[in-house]
């Protein structure tokens, strides 16, 4: 089975250009499938369900959902191919822009938006700096000036990966985004010896782990203090 990792900040239209790309693939004779990580709720599977895509969704709460994607993927792997799926693909919104949910050897998709001003790009971290593809969406809401300043920042951050617009709305880029995923996606039968691409934080503090009272002094490696007073 294939399996395919697609991340990108929320409301990008994630859902929107997978589940199209995925139907693209469906009709060609492939079973694919879905995932969907979110945090508090989620309705994308039932948007995924109701074209026909199998889909599961799972929530992480209070944790990062890329550390939640970390620790359930065996159990992703395992649920495709007990479908016999021929890929899979995982959807994943980072939240921190510290984490990322690609691992090596899987293709990795990076889905961003025009909306968030030309400076977006420096601030999405590994989950767009370490993508194979590069997915560019509502584009069709700025000016062609805008796209193109975008796109060029786009590449600043990441060379190597393969930039794509995709129009999630009627579809545009949506066949091209599937052929990607169908030649350049490889094989995965166990996640046992695979590596993220990117390390997640070395250490949780107190306050990630639901401390509430301010004041306190937590040494978590190395701590950054901000530098304000003379």
């Given at each position: 089975?294939?399996l395919?990792?697609?991340?990108?900040?929320?409301?990008?239209?994630k859902?929107a250009?997978?589940s199209k790309?995925?139907?693209?693939?469906?009709?060609?004779?492939?079973?694919?499938?879905?995932?969907?990580i979110?945090c508090?709720?989620?309705?994308?599977?039932t948007s995924?369900e109701?074209?026909?895509?199998?889909?599961r969704s799972?929530l992480?709460?209070p944790?990062c959902?890329?550390?939640y994607f970390a620790?359930?993927?065996d159990?992703?792997?395992?649920?495709?191919?007990?479908?016999?799926?021929?890929?899979?693909?995982t959807?994943?919104?980072?939240?921190?822009?510290?984490c990322s949910?690609?691992v090596?050897?899987?293709?990795?998709?990076c889905v961003v938006?025009?909306?968030?001003g030309i400076?977006?790009?420096k601030k999405?971290?590994?989950?767009l700096?370490?993508a194979?593809?590069i997915?560019v969406t509502?584009?069709?809401?700025?000016?062609?000036a805008?796209?193109?300043?975008?796109?060029?920042?786009l590449q600043s951050?990441?060379?190597?990966?393969?930039?794509?617009s995709?129009n999630?709305?009627?579809?545009?880029?949506?066949?091209?985004?599937?052929e990607?995923?169908?030649?350049?996606?490889?094989?995965?039968v166990s996640v046992?010896g695979?590596r993220?691409?990117?390390?997640?934080?070395?250490?949780?503090c107190?306050?990630?782990?639901?401390?509430?009272?301010?004041?306190?002094?937590?040494q978590?490696?190395n701590?950054?203090?901000?530098?304000?007073?003379?």
């Amino acid at each position: 089975m294939r399996l395919v990792t697609i991340a990108g900040p929320p409301s990008t239209g994630k859902t929107a250009v997978t589940s199209k790309a995925l139907l693209s693939l469906m009709s060609s004779g492939l079973k694919v499938g879905a995932i969907k990580i979110d945090c508090l709720s989620t309705e994308d599977d039932t948007s995924y369900e109701a074209v026909g895509i199998p889909c599961r969704s799972g929530l992480s709460g209070p944790l990062c959902p890329d550390h939640y994607f970390a620790s359930n993927l065996d159990e992703m792997l395992a649920w495709g191919q007990k479908r016999d799926l021929d890929l899979l693909v995982t959807e994943s919104a980072g939240l921190c822009n510290r984490c990322s949910p690609h691992v090596q050897g899987v293709l990795a998709v990076c889905v961003v938006d025009c909306l968030g001003g030309i400076n977006t790009p420096k601030k999405l971290g590994p989950m767009l700096k370490s993508a194979d593809v590069i997915v560019v969406t509502k584009g069709d809401l700025v000016s062609q000036a805008e796209r193109e300043v975008f796109s060029f920042q786009l590449q600043s951050v990441n060379r190597k990966a393969i930039l794509l617009s995709v129009n999630g709305l009627t579809g545009q880029g949506t066949f091209e985004l599937a052929e990607l995923l169908r030649e350049q996606s490889q094989d995965l039968v166990s996640v046992v010896g695979q590596r993220l691409r990117f390390p997640m934080p070395a250490a949780l503090c107190s306050y990630c782990l639901g401390e509430t009272r301010l004041g306190q002094d937590y040494q978590i490696g190395n701590l950054r203090k901000l530098e304000l007073l003379p």
